[in-house]
């Protein structure tokens, strides 16, 4: 037996049953590791995309890389399951294009999605990806994490710009994830494709933590600022209906959650 090998799925395998994370102490002394032994596997899961590190506390966490090959191997409930209901009847409602993403390092990956049946219409499509610094549901899952400028430095890197409206400077992008939790969702006005404006939710689970974001993509000419805000509340209220079909209770919030204060 490839004894390195051994040592790296029992690794992946302890932090993936630790969603809160796990430091490199923690790791050594669960797996009997010497500490500089656990860091290289861990650092080594990291690089190879199998884990990410918490950039304001230095934990581990198993990535959605698990995920994405778990929902290829069997069809066990998943949170495509689960809140495809959720996005069906928001889509009806709207007539937009609604989409469910989860961040991943410095990107989105969309899991599900409802194409508008207008002639002109918004699109992305299922396991693509998108820089979370400038779509809406990228925003408001880094808003809903409380990402500071130098926490985003870290976790994004550099910020692309994409069209003259992207944010490209990570202490403008905290203060715009500032109002995003002010006002309990955020916007993407054109900063990832010109003509294409978006709104976007996070989705919490019963420990109260941002697991998904619940998006619209909505074309520029129908984003004014009175069809942004009516779409949001929308939005909002899906989005809260989401989180407590994943057993998410609003009589657990504190004041300064973002899910209250999209209410």
Known sequence: MDSTLAKGLHVLEFLARLPEGARVADVAAELGLARSNAHRTLQTLVQCGWANQDAKNSSYRASLKLFELGALVDGAVDLKKLLHPHL????????????????QGSEILYLDKFDSPLPVAAYSHIGGRAPAHCVASGKALLAALDFNAQALQTQLGPLQA???????????????????RSQGWAENREEWRLGVCGLGVPVFNARSEPVAAIGMSVPSIRFTRTQ??????????????????LGFSPAHLTPTHPARRSR
Do not use: F
């Open 88 to 103: 069906a009847q928001l889509a009806k409602a709207t007539g937009e294009t609604i989409h469910l993403a989860v961040l």
């Open 162 to 180: 994409y069209t003259p409206n992207t944010i490209t400077n990570a202490q403008a992008l905290e203060n715009d994830l500032i109002k995003s």
């Open 228 to 245: 942004a805000r009516a779409m949001a509340l929308k939005l909002c209220d899906t989005a809260l209906q989401a989180s407590q079909s």
